[in-house]
């Protein structure tokens, strides 16, 4: 065997080993249950391999779909007190129990790439997700657009816990009666690789506030603290319509609102465009500030179809400029932090999204070599959930799912 056929082979058995039957945890200890985007992914590296288990993972996801339509971030199959917050704190009423957030919606994204690998048998196994990944996207379209882009109402909605995108926001909300609670996270990983105490209350507050109004969106709208207009959630969601629009004209249906509702994406994209930054950027929907930061979900514009010269020339100087691209925060800000969760580390599955973006927009040099440094790095330093850009070294612990689908799916292949 190669080496690469060596990784491939222990890629795969870190996604059998974190196989729960029917669904992937993250990985073992730290993320116990299943989290909605690392889900999708997991699908897409089953794929790889089983194409029958690659459904089931999208399949079961969508098990725990709210009858409004909302899909949680996380679903809490079978209790783990190894986390926290666990089903008690979070007081939803879903079909499986469940957190009350959501995350970047790519589930329809991977789901259309599986059936490309499996039309004929996989056929009818998308027409039966397709009306309730479709019902997802409307309680997206619904509840979080603010002048077209996608707002999170948490910062773990983004899956990038604590990118110094939300430092402002967090900065003006007060937390002070959020009460007595146990961390779990640094039981399992270095404290120094996860987020600050002060960020950890107020990812508590928020959850006791969405708690207090029992999840309901019309309340949280008009109540809660947090509701920030973030390239991630709306890259992703601008992503998701062209692939449902795409699937949904292979299996004939009415794709008309699909197409209105891309427009309003497409224009909600460009009102993230900062342009004192050059980049894209989030911006706080409550005080209209600006974050100022240049992102890995910056470089997500092409994954949506959104060509931008800027980002581009960005994005060459920054594969020139760092040894393991693409950082999660400019590596020149204040708040830059190698080795800080969405401080400053690579992440595999960024990466793969990013380069897919770039493929798909004739960017094949630039999508290329990202995938051979993405496939460097997990060469020499394994599955880790990240990675510091300039060393290489694994940040977070764990074997980590996605890190060994995009792998399998995206980068091993170099
Ligand atoms: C955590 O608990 O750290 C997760 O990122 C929340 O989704």
Redesign the pocket.
């Known amino acids: 065997m190669t080496s690469s056929q060596v990784i491939s082979a222990e890629a795969k058995q870190v996604l059998i080993t974190n196989d729960r039957g029917g669904y992937t945890v993250p990985t073992e200890g730290l993320?116990p249950y299943q989290?909605n985007w690392d889900s999708a992914v997991a699908a897409l590296g089953f794929a790889q391999f089983d194409v029958d288990r690659a459904w089931v993972e999208i399949e079961t996801l969508f098990q725990g779909q709210w009858d409004d339509g909302m899909v949680p971030?996380?679903l809490f199959h079978k209790s783990d007190p190894g986390?926290f917050p666990g089903p008690d704190v979070w007081g939803c009423l879903g079909p499986i129990p469940s957190s009350g957030i959501i995350q970047p919606p790519i589930a329809a994204t991977m789901a259309r790439l599986i059936w490309a690998q499996d039309e004929e048998a996989g056929r009818a196994r998308i027409a039966a997700l397709y009306p309730k990944m479709l019902k997802w996207h409307s309680w997206i379209m619904r509840w979080r657009l603010h002048r077209g882009a996608v707002c999170t109402t948490h910062p773990?909605e983004t899956?990038r816990?604590n990118a110094p995108d939300w430092d402002n926001t967090m900065q003006r909300m007060d937390a002070s009666d959020v009460g007595e609670y146990t961390r779990r996270?640094t039981q399992h990983v270095d404290s120094a690789d996860r987020?600050t105490k002060f960020d950890y209350d107020r990812y508590v507050k928020l959850v006791q506030i969405g708690r207090r109004l029992k999840w309901d969106q019309a309340a949280m709208l008009a109540e809660s603290p947090f509701r920030v207009a973030d390239p991630t959630m709306t890259f992703t969601t601008l992503r998701a319509a062209r692939d449902l629009r795409t699937v949904g004209q292979a299996l004939g249906a009415d794709t008309a609102i699909l197409e209105a509702d891309i427009k309003r994406l497409e224009a909600g994209a460009a009102t993230l465009w900062n342009p004192a930054l050059g980049s894209y950027d989030s911006r706080d929907v409550l005080s209209g500030e600006w974050a100022g930061c240049v992102s890995n979900a910056s470089y997500l514009c092409w994954f949506a179809g959104v060509e931008n010269k800027d980002m581009l020339a960005r994005l060459r100087a920054v594969m020139e400029r760092v040894t393991y691209p693409v950082p999660s925060n400019d590596t020149g800000a204040e708040s830059f932090d190698a080795r800080r969760y969405w401080r400053g580390p690579t992440w595999a599955i960024v990466n793969m999204l990013i380069g897919m973006g770039l493929a798909d927009m004739g960017h094949v040099d630039e999508a290329n070599t990202l995938a051979k440094k993405t496939g460097d790095l997990i060469a020499e330093h394994g599955f880790a959930a990240y990675f510091d850009p300039f060393t290489g070294s694994a940040a977070g612990g764990g074997t980590f799912t996605w890190t060994a689908a995009v792998w399998l799916a995206w980068a091993g292949g170099n």
């Open positions: 993320y989290w971030h996380i986390y773990w899956g816990d996270d987020p």
